[in-house]
């Protein structure tokens, strides 16, 4: 299974931020240059991992953005479930919100994704 394009490059930012694991936000710039994206397209990235909780954003010449918690307490099923939304509950359905997915029981695919 090849991961979408939003979702590869999402965990690279992760990451990067991960490196960097420092108190001061990085800028969505310096996100930018050092995964070779446009900055225009990081934001939007960086803005649906704050909406899911997985980073925090800080507005202003100074802002950026920081991991909201540890990178061991992120997986890749969290960013994967961040840039696809509903359409990754087959997978989170599997995992930690098998509550949100009424068809676990009867899907076919289930053993697929369990998998």
Not at 25 to 41: E, M, N, R, T
């Amino acid at each position: 299974m090849k991961l979408p394009t939003k979702v590869r490059y999402a965990v690279r930012l992760a990451a990067e931020l991960a490196d960097r694991e420092t108190s001061v936000p990085v800028p969505v710039k310096v996100l930018a240059d050092a995964q070779g994206i446009s900055p225009k397209y990081v934001k939007q990235l960086m803005d649906k991992l704050r909406q899911a909780g997985l980073v925090t954003g800080y507005p202003g010449v100074r802002g950026g953005f920081r991991l909201a918690r540890a990178s061991a307490e992120i997986s890749l099923l969290d960013i994967y479930g961040a840039m696809e939304g509903r359409s990754a509950w087959c997978l989170v359905s599997i995992g930690w919100q098998a509550e949100k997915c009424e068809r676990l029981a009867i899907c076919p695919a289930s053993d697929f994704w369990q998998d």
